[in-house]
């Protein structure tokens, strides 16, 4: 099965500062989705990528896929304490029988942004 | 307002006994998901759903069943033979294909 993998697993980030976030898939990524969730809770959704080379950015996160649709990055722009949280991506499975019905995540990464 | 309700929020439970998580979503959503979280981990799926009537295990089915005979809803019950209930468990839902995925609030489930 596709299995992704994030890095860090956790960063503290001081507020005003940039981050990234890895996710590597270890097959061709069909669609790669980035979520955020708060302990406790459900995830919110980010954004997906579909395309080799695609870029998208809401407010101050962009998020990027690699041309060979085997690595996404979510970067964040001068963080600020409602960028705290767990972030995690999320991809369907690359089978085609399977009508991409599989969705899997990555393990998270723990953000926490300092004073 | 569509979305996707999970009840309860926090559930207790004896060991041994069964339980069941609801999952209903109105958005007219085909696949639905339920996945376990454990503290500092990622989710994993337990099973899935991309019609009425039918179902997959995912990678952790062992000590869980699910039934989907309404399009809204895919209950999931947790048996005595699941050797480590206590997690927190999130239903999922969304469109066939590559489309994005909508998430309850979750059932925390503790188990004494």
């Known amino acids: 099965s596709q299995e992704l993998e994030q890095s860090p697993q956790s960063l503290i980030v001081q507020e005003g500062k940039n981050l990234t976030i890895n996710c590597t898939s270890s097959k061709t990524l069909y669609g790669l989705y980035w979520y955020k969730q708060k302990y406790g809770e459900g995830l919110i959704f980010l954004m997906m990528?579909?395309?080799?080379?695609e870029e998208k950015s809401h407010e101050k996160i962009t998020a990027k896929l690699d041309e060979k649709k085997q690595q996404s990055s979510l970067h964040i722009t001068a963080s600020q304490p409602s960028h705290a949280g767990i972030y995690l991506c999320?991809?369907?499975?690359?089978?085609?029988?399977?009508?991409?019905?599989?969705?899997?995540f990555g393990a998270g990464t723990q953000v926490v942004v300092t004073p | 307002d569509g979305g996707i309700t999970q009840s309860p929020k926090y559930l207790f439970r004896k060991e041994g006994q069964n339980v069941t998580l609801s999952c209903e979503q109105n958005?007219?959503?085909?696949?639905m998901y339920w996945y376990r979280q454990d503290p500092g981990q990622g989710l994993r799926l337990i099973y899935y759903?991309?019609?009425?009537?039918?179902?997959q295990k995912g990678d952790i089915a062992e000590g869980y069943s699910v039934s989907r005979e309404k399009k809204e809803s895919f209950p999931l019950t947790v048996t005595s033979a699941q050797k480590n209930p206590t997690a927190f468990y999130l239903c999922?839902?969304?469109?066939?294909?590559?489309?994005?995925?909508?998430f309850g609030q979750g059932t925390r489930l503790t188990v004494v």
């Open positions: 990528l579909q395309k080799g080379g």
């Open positions: 958005l007219n959503h085909d696949a």
């Open positions: 999922a839902s969304k469109w066939t294909g590559v489309t994005e995925a909508f």
């Open positions: 999320g991809a369907p499975s690359p089978d085609l029988a399977d009508s991409w019905g599989k969705l899997q």
């Open positions: 759903s991309q019609i009425v009537n039918d179902f």
